[in-house]
């Protein structure tokens, strides 16, 4: 069983950046791929960014490739999503998830943290 506590969350400029942490607690984190997903009010959850359990591989929705980085520290139970040139529709609930693998299936979750990007 793994808990998630994401943070970092606020309000930006369009244009700006901002950094993502979670935290992770109980066993085996290391063996989990991980990954963060968003949400906007009233549309569906959608993927964002994920990482295989030994960092070694990534894979990212087109809309943030080349933005955003996802990176992980097992030695720190963290994951972490680095984004840059936010834009308004990055503006979302996001959440860090674990998995069996980086294609999924995610089956914990976080609570989430919100990220508001102005015009």
């Known amino acids: 069983q793994v808990q998630l506590v994401e943070s970092g969350g606020g309000l930006v400029q369009a244009g700006g950046s901002l950094s993502l942490s979670c935290a992770a607690s109980?066993?085996?984190?290391?063996?989990?791929?991980m990954g963060w997903f968003r949400q906007a009010p009233g549309k569906e959850r959608e993927f964002v960014a994920a990482i295989t359990w030994s960092g070694g591989s990534t894979r990212y929705a087109d809309s943030v490739k080349g933005r955003f980085t996802i990176s992980r520290d097992n030695a720190k139970n963290s994951v972490y999503l680095q984004m840059n040139s936010l834009k308004p529709e990055d503006t979302a609930a996001y959440y860090c998830?674990?998995?069996?693998?980086?294609?999924?299936?995610?089956?914990?979750w976080g609570q989430g943290t919100q990220v508001t990007v102005s015009s």
């Open positions: 109980g066993r085996t984190f290391s063996s989990y791929a």
């Open positions: 998830a674990a998995g069996r693998a980086i294609m999924g299936p995610f089956v914990y």
